[in-house]
């Protein structure tokens, strides 16, 4: 599911999203 999420949303939009988790 999150490799479809992935190639739909946006690569910075990924990114951000990851970094948010982390955080």
Do not use: I
Not at 1 to 21: A, D, I
């Amino acid at each position: 599911v999150f490799k479809e999420f992935y190639g739909m949303t946006p690569l910075h939009y990924v990114s951000q999203h990851r970094e948010r988790s982390a955080a």
